[in-house]
């Protein structure tokens, strides 16, 4: 099982920009399609993004689509969300895991980046 922790998280006010990062280790890392999550208070936790093996693939859940970007660089064991135009729903912490189309597969999680978007 690959080994993965977030950061990039921080407050931001609404119309904002925050870049996450995912460290993954591991040789396998790459054989892995990689997936954002995010979890608010009281909330279940909830699919944003998906990017395959390569990068070439990805896709997005509804409320994010057109202002979050998910990529990857195998080199680097690294999955990046870049999040733009952030609103105070977008509030929440945010996880990395591998991923089964919208679904994660590693029933660990890491301690997640706290991302917070004022009004």
């Known amino acids: 099982q690959v080994q993965l922790a977030e950061s990039g998280g921080g407050l931001v006010q609404a119309g904002g920009s925050l870049r996450l990062s995912c460290a993954g280790s591991?040789?396998?890392?790459?054989?892995?399609?990689m997936g954002w999550f995010r979890q608010a208070p009281g909330k279940e936790r909830e699919f944003v993004a998906f990017?395959?093996?390569?990068?070439?693939?990805?896709y997005y859940a509804d409320s994010v689509k057109g202002r979050f970007t998910i990529s990857r660089d195998n080199a680097k064991n690294t999955v990046y969300l870049q999040m733009n135009s952030l609103r105070p729903e977008d509030s929440a912490i945010y996880y990395c895991?591998?991923?089964?189309?919208?679904?994660?597969?590693?029933?660990?999680w890491g301690q997640g980046t706290q991302v917070t978007v004022s009004s």
């Open positions: 895991n591998a991923a089964d189309g919208r679904a994660a597969i590693f029933d660990a």
């Open positions: 591991g040789r396998t890392f790459s054989n892995y399609n």
């Open positions: 990017v395959s093996e390569s990068g070439v693939v990805t």
